[in-house]
């Protein structure tokens, strides 16, 4: 696939996707806590997040430390970078994956004080 092809590609259909979803459960953005992207890499994601005027703050990053994790990557941004949050509080999250095969998709979801382990690395 072609890289510039599937850029265009996420940075058209994330968006709409994120954006679709809220507007379909009726939930403004606003009320969202997090938004974990798939991470292919940071400029795409920083694109997408631009794109939605969503804060930073609401963007957590595991790339850095673990690179692009593929379908791994919603959860385990959670655990690395949400875990006392999501240990302690009730969170509203939107995730959206996309890439293989040219898919996206998004969904929504609520935790509350749930348990996560620590993440285990060889």
């Keep these: 696939m ?5 850029f265009a590609f996420a940075v058209s259909k994330a968006p709409k996707s994120v954006a679709a979803l809220l ?6 953005q606003e009320d969202i806590d997090c938004f974990v992207f798939h991470q292919a890499n940071r400029f795409l ?16 990053y595991s790339l850095l430390n673990y690179g692009n994790t593929s379908c791994a ?11 006392e949050q999501l240990q302690n509080s009730r969170m509203n999250i ?17 935790t509350e004080n749930i348990i996560c382990l620590d993440l285990i690395e060889y």
């Design 2 to 6: 072609d890289g510039m092809d599937v």
């Design 23 to 28: 507007e379909k459960l009726q939930i403004p």
């Design 94 to 110: 939107v995730g959206c994956a996309f890439g293989v095969g040219l898919s996206w998709g998004s969904v929504y979801f609520s």
């Design 45 to 60: 994601n920083e694109k997408i997040r631009k794109k939605l005027k969503i804060d930073a703050s609401k963007v957590p």
């Design 73 to 83: 990557t919603i959860p385990l941004t959670l655990v690395t970078e949400r875990q």
